[in-house]
């Protein structure tokens, strides 16, 4: 891949899709979120549109609920340290169809 620098735009976690939990993730963020697995199975995850997987939930305006703006003003992630899987790959080992055209990091702005 060409160069990539993220620029922390932050539309990589407003895609319109699953954020897929591996088995594990979600008890890690529950821990980290100071919540019982139970109340986060409940109240921050969905099922996948396949019913196979667990996934995060959304915002209403389908922004990741851990999407949060850091004190420089760029994108961060709430759980950054025990993130998905699914996020620490992306672009690179997991991405979705023209991602490109989403990612800041193609953009001349
Ligand atoms: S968990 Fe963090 S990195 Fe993953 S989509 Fe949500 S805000 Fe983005
Ligand atoms: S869309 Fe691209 S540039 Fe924007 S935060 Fe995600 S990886 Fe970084």
Known sequence: M???KCRRCGNCC???GAVKLEPGEAEKIAAFLNMTEVE???LHT???PDRRHLSLI???D???EYLSVAGDGLACCA???VKPVQCRDFPERW???DWQKLCGAFSDE
């Open 14 to 16: 407003r895609w319109p």
């Open 95 to 97: 991405n979705f169809p």
């Open 2 to 4: 060409k160069e990539f």
């Open 79 to 81: 759980i950054e340290s």
């Open 58 to 60: 959304e915002k209403d």
């Open 40 to 42: 986060f199975f409940d």
């Open 46 to 48: 969905r099922l996948t």
């Open 62 to 64: 389908g922004s990741c």
